[in-house]
């Protein structure tokens, strides 16, 4: 559903948002494109258990732990960071897996950076046996396919596709459906531009861009500026941002238009990329430091 927005923008220029994340209560956005048709490969395969990897609070995690359990499968998530193992009570992303029936397994962060060294995964196999694997994010060709599916007739009216970028997939795949009059661009929650050779992997066409000047202080960092917007946004709007990847890239594009970025007319499509089970996580980290939260209804 195409979700138009009711602020003003200057130059004639209209926004609307795709709200991916309306498309499932828990798996929702990008996770449920990416695991659809890994799922369907996992089945016919006769695999019966999913392994991922994931930090604390892992959209991609919790996504994993549900549509394994919908979907019969026993589901073993790497989580990134031993010293978590004792508090997967006080932290609501890796409560929500776990109630899932997701086995968690904890480990260090040098250990984790080995993760898709064929010497780790072959001592994975040997302590749980056969698994169908997941990477971290879900990025691989399968969820590319998944996330060429995101766009469809409707949007052909739309001059520019806006997506926030994690590991890349989300927005291969946009790129890959895109029109030829239509321009992606890409804002990565990430610090610097290294994605663009992960992206350059799964597409050919030519017409997308990174913008690279929103990423807040790099992964999971945010600052009062961006918590205000995102608050301000949900009272205008009534939809909800999370604070790692669309509410970076939806600031960056009103940020954009206001500099007068875009041509005069122009039809701007953002795409929800879902992350809101994320909030709860952050709004504690962010009580911790004595910041503003989200104050956001979810």
Known sequence: MNQYLTTSFLNSISVAI?????????????KFRKLKYNLLQAKAEDFETLLTF????????????????ENGFKTIGIIRGDELESKISENPTLSFAHNCGMQLVFISREEYRLKNESLFLAKLKQQFGEF???????????AIIGCQE?????????????????????????????????KVLGFP???????KEE????????NWELITDYHFGGYGKVNEALIQFINKFYVENQIPLDPIYTGKMVFGVIDLIQNNYFPADSKILLIHTG????????????KNKQLPTIDINV
């Open 54 to 69: 994931g930090g604390a609070f892992s959209n991609h995690i919790a996504a994993v732990a549900f549509a394994g359990k």
């Open 199 to 206: 992206i350059c992997n799964f597409v050919k066409n030519k």
């Open 132 to 142: 169908y694997i997941i990477p971290e994010g879900g990025t691989n060709a399968l």
């Open 18 to 30: 795709k709200r991916e994340d309306l498309i499932h209560p828990f798996v929702s956005g990008n």
């Open 275 to 286: 992350g809101i089970q994320g909030i709860q996580g952050m709004n504690m980290k962010l």
């Open 150 to 182: 995101i766009l469809t007739p409707e949007d052909a009216e739309f001059d520019y596709i806006c997506c926030s970028i994690g590991t890349g997939g989300t927005i291969s795949g946009i790129i890959n459906s895109a029109l030829p009059h239509q």
């Open 189 to 195: 929650a990430l610090k610097g531009d290294f994605l």
